[in-house]
């Protein structure tokens, strides 16, 4: 058995083992367990079924009877969710993907847990602590009420879409400074009461992104997730470290990353 994800599919690895795909098309999030992304991993690297049932019976030996039954419903699942090399062709998601009622995350009970359905969206995050509003220059207040709006429609365009955006953008501007970053992100909290709220994130860090890169800079735009409870987050980041996230909104892994050129490269 030779598998391969899609090509809109990103698979980060989480703590404890465990691996999170991202379906860039749906913009919908999927929690593989220790025990899924132990076998996805092997499958990936070219090890046959009967290998990778081999590798979870001896890792854990409670489920050596049915080893075999889990890497078969395991491939399965995440070729129904079009998650597998041979959905790419499809334009559409494959039948029963992303509606209720249908599709392998409607027929899983407790005890098949191979496969674990997130049902987090990228627009879904924690609630953020923002800092209280504060006055924005009058001859800075029209961009960023420009990039605010820019980023909702973007916002809803989905990760493949944004990501593709947030590359052309960044071309020739230079990378931020963090004071710059966070500036561009208290100006854009202060002009957007929408922005400001708890569950913006996306278009938060957006927006954040865009009045930078009116500015002739370009901060590293993040989106992540943390598990146990899953969550999604977007955020802008200087370096690796995040602007404006109280210390309880870090620990997120990054699942996209849209860094600043490197210089040489803005001139391409």
């Known amino acids: 058995m030779s598998i391969a994800l899609a090509a809109y599919v990103t698979a980060v690895d989480t703590d404890g083992g465990a691996m999170v795909l991202l379906d860039e098309r749906t913009s919908k999030y999927r929690q593989l367990n220790p025990t899924g992304a132990l076998v996805l991993r092997l499958l990936l690297r070219g090890a046959g079924a009967e290998d ?11 489920a050596g009877a049915r080893a075999g039954e889990d890497v078969a419903r395991l491939v399965e699942a995440l070729r129904r969710a079009g998650l597998l090399r041979d959905w790419a062709a499809r334009r559409d998601p494959p039948p029963g993907h992303g509606r ?12 098949k ?16 602590g923002v800092p209280q509003p504060a006055v924005v220059p009058p001859s800075r207040r029209l961009l960023a ?9 973007l916002a809803g365009a989905g990760p493949r879409r944004i990501r593709a955006v947030l590359h052309l953008l960044r071309r020739g501007a230079v990378p931020a400074t963090r004071q710059q970053a966070a500036a561009a992100r208290q100006a854009v909290i202060t002009v957007s009461p929408r922005c400001a709220a708890d569950r913006s994130c996306l ?61 040489t490269g803005n001139r391409s």
């Not at 496969?115 to 969206?121: D, E």
């Not at 009420?145 to 429609?153: E, G, K, S």
């Not at 943390?226 to 997120?252: I, K, L």
């Open 100 to 111: 209720p009622g249908e599709g392998p995350e409607a027929r899983s009970t407790p005890e």
């Open 203 to 263: 278009q938060r860090s957006l927006a954040t992104a865009l009045l930078c890169r009116a500015w002739g800079t370009w901060p590293t735009w993040c989106t992540g997730v943390r598990t146990d409870p899953f969550r999604a987050h977007a955020w802008v980041a200087v370096g690796s470290e995040p602007v404006g996230e109280p210390a309880h909104e870090r620990g997120y892994t990054p699942v996209i990353t849209v860094p600043p050129l490197p210089l």
């Open 145 to 153: 009420l420009l990039a605010v709006a820019a980023a909702r429609p």
């Open 113 to 128: 847990d191979t496969l674990a359905t997130a049902p987090g969206a990228i627009t879904m995050t924690d609630p953020i």
């Open 52 to 62: 990778a049932a081999a590798a979870l019976a001896e890792r854990y030996p409670q």
